[in-house]
T-cell receptor
Framework: QKEVEQNSGPLSVPEGAIASLNCTYS??????FFWYRQYSGKSPELIMS????GDKEDGRFTAQLNKASQYVSLLIRDSQPSDSATYLC????????????FGKGTHLIIQP | EAGVAQSPRYKIIEKRQSVAFWCNPI?????LYWYQQILGQGPKLLIQ????????DSQLPKDRFSAERLKGVDSTLKIQPAKLEDSAVYLC??????????????FGPGTRLTVL
């Protein structure tokens, strides 16, 4: 049974600071890793994908992958109140077209 | 480009009744997914279609849930009979099909089901 673990939070971060979200996964065969953002009452929206070890940056977001430690993280720089949401980590054994295994999500609150 | 469409947006039924949800994926997307998201949890994959064939239905409770995608476009998910624990948001997603690529799954707005 594939498992994805996240701290459910809430994680409270002051506006302008760096928010750090973490995720671990159980299946060593996992190949593709995703971070989705979900606002309350809305559907998940993809914000980052990462496929190889190391860092991947996109604007204020940086995803980090360490396959040896089975660990994925998401850093949000210069956090804004609009970043307040639940962040879902998802993994799959194949490419992005495979069905995703999600964690429970981390509830992030950016305090103005 | 229109997104993934789902209907109805909300549904309230009594336990043991049946219910059906409809999904229309993004035009040209060969792969369609149904996920169940229970309050406070992440989405769980129920079934994945590639065109009109099933790729993965290992987590679909087949004694009560069924899904079809007859012409490789629209899909319906049915629950019969519903149980209290089926109360959840049912999310439909779609993607282009390329196993080697960095496909993105696009989610519809979901159908919120309440079973009383």
């Amino acid at each position: 049974q594939k498992e994805v673990e996240q701290n459910s939070g809430p994680l409270s971060v002051p506006e302008g600071a760096i928010a750090s979200l973490n995720c671990t996964y159980s299946d060593r065969g996992s190949q593709s890793f995703f971070w989705y953002r979900q606002y309350s009452g809305k559907s998940p929206e993809l914000i980052m994908s990462i496929y190889s070890n190391g860092d991947k940056e996109d604007g204020r977001f940086t995803a980090q992958l360490n396959k040896a430690s089975q660990y994925v993280s998401l850093l949000i720089r210069d956090s804004q109140p609009s970043d307040s949401a639940t962040y879902l980590c998802a993994v799959t054994s194949g490419g992005g077209a495979d069905g995703l295994t999600f964690g429970k999500g981390t509830h992030l609150i950016i305090q103005p | 480009e229109a997104g993934v469409a789902q209907s109805p947006r909300y549904k309230i039924i009594e336990k043991r009744q049946s219910v059906a949800f409809w999904c229309n994926p993004i035009s040209g997307h060969a792969t369609l997914y149904w996920y169940q998201q229970i309050l406070g949890q992440g989405p769980k994959l129920l079934i994945q279609f590639q065109n009109n064939g099933v790729v993965d239905d290992s987590q679909l409770p087949k004694d009560r849930f069924s899904a079809e995608r007859l012409k490789g476009v629209d899909s319906t998910l049915k629950i019969q009979p519903a149980k209290l624990e089926d109360s959840a948001v049912y999310l439909c997603a779609s993607s282009l099909w390329d196993p080697q690529s960095t496909d993105t799954q696009y989610f519809g707005p979901g159908t919120r089901l309440t079973v009383l």
